[in-house]
């Protein structure tokens, strides 16, 4: 089974940068595409970014130009660099590594970030 582990979640103050991680381990694909989501309370889980096997992104309006999503196929993880944060940033959020066939999406546990105003 394939597990994701999300790392670098935290309080940081508005104008601010966070970085988060997400390595995977087990029997990842070598076909997929790496993302992270976000959920608020009493929200929808909403896309943050993506990055296919070839590194093509897609970022929703809301976060393009502040955030930026990499990945290092080598070490099988995905980073996600959050600059200039504000408070409706905050969320829970999740790291998922997506299997192009038979299409299916692994989870990570989640992780906090918390903008204060």
């Known amino acids: 089974q394939v597990q994701l582990v999300e790392s670098g979640g935290g309080l940081v103050q508005a104008g601010g940068s966070l970085r988060l991680s997400c390595a995977a381990s087990?029997?990842?694909?070598?076909?997929?595409?790496m993302a992270w989501f976000r959920q608020a309370p009493g929200k929808q889980r909403d896309l943050v970014a993506q990055?296919?096997?070839?590194?093509?992104?897609t970022y929703p309006d809301s976060v393009k130009g502040r955030f930026t999503i990499s990945r290092d196929n080598a070490k099988n993880t995905v980073y996600l660099q959050m600059n200039s944060l504000k408070p409706e940033d905050t969320a829970v959020y999740y790291c998922?590594?997506?299997?192009?066939?038979?299409?299916?999406?692994?989870w990570g546990q989640g992780i906090q970030v918390t903008v204060s105003s």
């Open positions: 087990g029997p990842v694909p070598t076909s997929n595409t």
């Open positions: 990055i296919t096997s070839g590194a093509r992104t």
């Open positions: 998922t590594l997506i299997r192009t066939f038979p299409n299916y999406y692994y």
